[in-house]
Each structure stands twice: as structure tokens, then as C-alpha cells.
């Protein structure tokens, strides 16, 4: 079955330290990859995204994320947090069009990061 | 950039009562909306997916008689909770998809704010 998986449902980091958030999807073709972050009682800011090309991806708010193929992942990174960060994240998936997900985009379970002084 | 608005923000009703959530792009047609709900602390669950001029698509499991979606033009799509109960609190989220945005296939989801359904 077509999933995206999140392993980490919470993570404190300091302020100023990095951060890495995980997303694993099992799909049988590449999907479109998507990361948005939601505050609380809000709804969803998309950071980034990925299609095709560069397996590195650069997004809003000094995030990135790299695609490997090899490990069906696409981790979020962010070299140094800002107390403004602390959030939900979601990865999110679009099936390629191909499948019958194509079009509807499918949330990991989010990982909500809280960002200590 | 795009934008989705979504009304209300918060909404209190009382069980057997009926809730409309507005949800409407404002700078571009969005030709599928999708509504979502999310529980506290979970994910968004697609509720459904609506197509402009057409019958909303419903996933498994969602009743259509009581979340009723109408998408009657390109900038307003809307969610009615029928015979609300307390179970159906929750949050509701919207999404338009954007044909204009990124390639390659347009594929821009711009969320609305959300609304917080609480009924008593």
C-alpha cells in the first residue's frame, strides 16, 4: 500500500542547533514530495517541494531537503533553529500520474518540533 | 502569491444544528478544492476532493450526506456539516489546487487557515 511515513512524532532541539526531520514514502513509482509546516490552530505553509532534477531542494525559512531515490526518503534539514520554528511539520506525498493516488495529497503523521533556549 | 480564505476561523453550534465553512481562493480559479480534517495532534485526513461544476468525491468512509460539499464556481467551494453532533467536532481545512504554479503539472496546494468546529 501507497504511505508516507514520519518516525518521529516529537523533537526538542536548542535554539541555534540543527535540525533534521525524517520521511520515508513507499510508492511504486516516485511520488511529488512535498514538507509544510503548520503553527497551531493554522493552517498549512508549504516550505518546499520536489518534482524531478536537483535532489536537493531549497525552501522557505533557511530549510532544505534532499531526496534519495535509493532510500524512499525525503528529510527536511535546517542548519540552525530559531524559536519561531517550534511546529508541526508534515511531509506529504502526490502520487505520480499514473497511479490512482495522482492528484490527493497524502500527510505523514507530523513531527511536532519544540525548540528549547 | 496564492491565497485561500477560509470562514469562519471558529464556530460553536449546537448538536442537530447545521455549519457552513466557507473556502475561497482569492487571486486565482481553483478548479479542485479539497477538504480535510484533522483530530488534535494527528494528521489531515482527506475528506473529500470537489471539482468545479461536479459532485464532490468522497473518500472511504466519510458520509456525504452529512458533510455536504458544494463547488459552484472556480473561487468558492463549501463544506456543510449537517446535523452536527459532538463527535464531529474538529478541524477543517481546505486546499485549492492552482493550475498556474510551479511545474510541471501545477501541482501548488494553498491551504486555508482553517476552521475549529466545536459542537455542544
Known amino acids: 500500500a501507497q504511505s508516507v511515513t514520519q518516525p518521529d512524532i516529537h523533537i526538542t532541539v536548542s535554539e541555534g542547533a540543527s535540525l533534521e526531520l525524517r520521511c520515508n514514502y513507499s510508492y511504486g513509482a516516485t511520488p511529488y514530495l512535498f514538507w509544510y509546516v503548520q503553527s497551531p490552530g493554522q493552517g498549512l505553509q508549504l516550505l518546499l517541494k520536489?518534482?524531478?532534477?536537483?535532489?536537493l531542494v531549497q525552501g522557505i525559512k533557511g530549510f532544505e531537503a534532499e531526496f534519495k531515490r535509493s532510500q524512499s526518503s525525503f528529510n527536511l534539514r535546517k542548519p540552525s533553529v530559531h524559536w519561531s520554528d517550534a511546529a508541526e511539520y508534515f511531509c506529504?506525498?502526490?502520487?505520480?500520474?499514473?497511479?490512482?493516488?495522482?492528484?490527493?495529497?497524502?500527510f505523514g503523521a507530523g513531527t511536532q518540533v519544540v525548540v528549547t533556549p | 502569491g496564492a491565497v485561500v480564505s477560509q470562514h469562519p476561523s471558529r464556530v460553536i453550534c449546537k448538536s442537530g444544528t447545521s455549519v457552513k465553512i466557507e473556502c475561497r481562493s482569492l487571486?486565482?480559479?481553483?478548479?479542485?478544492m479539497f477538504w480535510y480534517r484533522q483530530f488534535p495532534k494527528q494528521s489531515l485526513m482527506l475528506m473529500a476532493t470537489?471539482?468545479?461544476?461536479?459532485?464532490?468525491?468522497?473518500e472511504q468512509g466519510v458520509e456525504k450526506d452529512k458533510f455536504l460539499i458544494n463547488h459552484a464556481s472556480l473561487t468558492l467551494s463549501t463544506l456543510t456539516v449537517t446535523s452536527a453532533h459532538p463527535e464531529d467536532s474538529s478541524f477543517y481545512i481546505c486546499s485549492a489546487r492552482d493550475l498556474r504554479t510551479l511545474f510541471p503539472h501545477g501541482y501548488g496546494y494553498t491551504f486555508g487557515s482553517g476552521t475549529r468546529l466545536t459542537v455542544v
Open positions: 470537489s471539482n468545479e461544476g461536479s459532485k464532490a468525491t468522497y
Open positions: 487571486d486565482f480559479q481553483a478548479t479542485t
Open positions: 520536489y518534482f524531478s532534477g536537483d535532489t
Open positions: 506529504a506525498v502526490v502520487g505520480p500520474m499514473t497511479t490512482d493516488s495522482w492528484g490527493k495529497l497524502q
